[in-house]
């Protein structure tokens, strides 16, 4: 095992910001994570856990130990109905890679999530969703070990306090524990989900006759390809914004002004508004400051062109929420986490 000073960050955060990190080691089990932690070097830090780094912005220089995971591995149980399997992943798998292997098993749930950067570890902490399906449709529980006691836990489903792009990793146990494994409640009869327009959409033009999970992941590969800029080629970190919810009477005022405005109703009172719209609406879409900008197919994703620093991208971010507030009244939040 080995730990690496004064690193570079720029391979593992999908913005390609070029940040120094004090230590920087991997680690590819459990035994080597409780290793690590056992480091004097490492344990006079701040820990950082990074899997596929691609929703944080760096603004400087990372004063901490960051610590890659790398812990392998997929195992399916069978579950005694006949009609599910229980999938555990190690938290280190590529998320795009163990959608991959539900569909080769022919196990449903997670087609519609397919192409989200990160790793599996990630996923649980900001409830990972798109075109209809969020992670915690199909969780069932996660292992993870308490950075203070070295002892690995298990949280269900409740226990992690899911929401839209939050959970209890975010909030009270933020810090606190390093996921280890993933395991999801998948179907082997399938019901597919094709609610988001966009699927639909797709899958009409291109004439698929008949709805699989691979035909719905392509589909959905699809969308994503034609909105979203590949981190391979354009550092990014998807939606940098929450979609933010917002008081019906609002959106009622609003929609008397914009009226067409997009809303979705959450609860009888409130509604979400795609942050894009709003975004898009301030002017902001496809701009381009330097090295960075605004994402020209979608104004939600801020973008790197190469070597912007970390503090430009933040910059943008609050003269972005700035004129969303002036000119709505509404508060948007990053999604990214800004370190
Ligand atoms: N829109 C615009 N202009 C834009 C972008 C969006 O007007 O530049 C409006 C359009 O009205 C469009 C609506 O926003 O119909 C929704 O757009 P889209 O389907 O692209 O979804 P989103 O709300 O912008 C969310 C997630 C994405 C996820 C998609 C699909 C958040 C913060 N983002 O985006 O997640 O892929 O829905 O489900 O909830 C991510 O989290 O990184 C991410 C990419």
């Not at 730990?3 to 940040?19: M, P, Q, V």
């Not at 998807?238 to 914009?258: D, V």
């Not at 912007?308 to 933040?314: E, H, S, Y």
Request: charged letters at 20%; glycine letters at 10%; hydrophobic letters at 40%.
């Amino acid at each position: 095992m080995t730990i690496h000073k004064e690193a570079s960050l720029r391979a593992y955060n999908t913005f390609g910001i070029d940040a120094t990190a004090s230590l920087l080691a991997e680690f590819a089990s459990v035994e080597e994570l409780r290793e690590l932690l056992q480091n004097t070097e490492v344990q006079a830090l701040p820990k950082l856990i990074l899997g596929g780094g691609s929703n944080v912005l760096f603004t400087q220089d990372v004063e901490a130990a960051v610590l890659l995971n790398r812990i392998k591995g997929v195992i399916q149980t069978e579950e005694p109905d006949g009609k599910h399997v229980l999938v555990t992943s190690g938290s280190g798998e590529t998320w795009h890679d163990l959608v991959l292997y539900t569909l080769e098993h022919d196990l449903g749930g997670i087609e519609n999530l397919s192409l989200i950067p990160g790793t599996v570890g990630a996923a649980p902490l900001q409830n990972i969703g798109a075109y209809g399906v969020e992670l915690k449709d199909t969780f069932v529980s996660l292992e993870a070990l308490e950075i203070a006691t070295g002892e690995v836990v298990s949280f269900n489903k409740e226990q992690c306090g899911f929401g839209y792009r939050e959970s209890v990793f975010k909030k009270e146990a933020k810090g606190k524990y390093i996921v280890t494994s993933v395991t999801l409640r998948l179907t082997k009869e399938h019901t597919f989900n094709t609610s988001y327009g966009a699927i639909q959409d797709t899958l009409n033009q291109q004439e698929v006759k008949e709805l699989s999970l691979k035909a719905i992941s392509e589909a959905v590969c699809h969308i994503r390809r034609s909105k979203l800029p590949d981190p391979a080629k354009i550092g990014n970190a998807g939606s940098f914004f929450k979609n933010p919810e917002i008081p019906l009477a609002l959106f009622e005022i609003l929609k008397s002004q914009y009226p067409g405005i997009p809303g979705y109703p959450v609860t009888p009172e409130s509604v979400k508004v795609p942050a894009g719209w709003l975004i898009e609406q301030c002017g902001w879409k496809g701009k381009v400051l330097g090295q960075h900008g605004v994402h020209k197919d979608q104004a939600l994703v801020l973008v790197n062109y190469g070597g912007a620093a970390g503090n430009d991208v933040k910059t943008l971010a609050y003269e972005i929420i700035k004129s969303v507030d002036e000119k709505f009244g509404i508060a948007l939040t990053p999604e990214v986490n800004i370190i």
